[in-house]
């Protein structure tokens, strides 16, 4: 059982920052595709960024230039920074891994580990 914990999550008004974290085990960090998903109420879950294990990045259109995915190997930490919310930005976060390389775009069925989420909300 890979257990991946989110945290970070909050509420914050529009043009915010938030910055979420995501603790896992290290030969996950270190060695698969990492990313972060997003699911608002009645939609489906859509991939944010993902990560290679060499720490190569992947946005979605619609986060690109706000949102800045990155990992702390020694800390086996996944991190999402997220700058200038909006509130369509609100959702339950998740992150995810899975080994080998990492897709584009990010997709769901790419990715076997899961985190429980952590919920955002931006108030516009």
Same mark, same amino acid.
């Given at each position: 059982q890979v257990q991946m914990v989110e *945290?970070?999550? =909050?509420?914050v008004q529009a =043009?915010? *920052?938030?910055?979420? *974290?995501? @603790? @896992?085990? !290290?030969?996950?960090?270190?060695? /698969?595709c990492m990313g972060w998903f997003r699911q608002a109420p009645g939609k489906g879950r859509e =991939?944010? @960024? $993902?990560?290679?294990s060499y720490g190569g990045p #992947?946005? @979605? !259109? *619609?986060? %690109? /230039?706000?949102? #800045?995915? $990155?990992k702390d190997n020694a800390k086996n930490?996944?991190?999402?920074? %997220?700058?200038s919310l909006k509130h369509e930005d609100t959702? %339950?976060?998740?992150c995810a891994a899975d080994g080998g390389h990492c897709y584009d775009p990010i997709l769901v069925? !790419?990715? =076997?580990?899961?985190?429980? /989420?952590?919920?955002?909300t931006v108030s516009s």
């Open positions: *945290s970070g999550g =909050g509420s =043009g915010g *920052s938030l910055r979420l *974290s995501c @603790a @896992a085990p !290290d030969y996950i960090v270190r060695t /698969g =991939g944010v @960024a $993902s990560i290679e #992947t946005y @979605a !259109d *619609s986060v %690109m /230039g706000r949102f #800045t995915i $990155s930490t996944l991190y999402l920074q %997220m700058n959702a %339950m976060y998740y069925t !790419d990715f =076997g580990y899961w985190g429980q /989420g952590t919920q955002v």
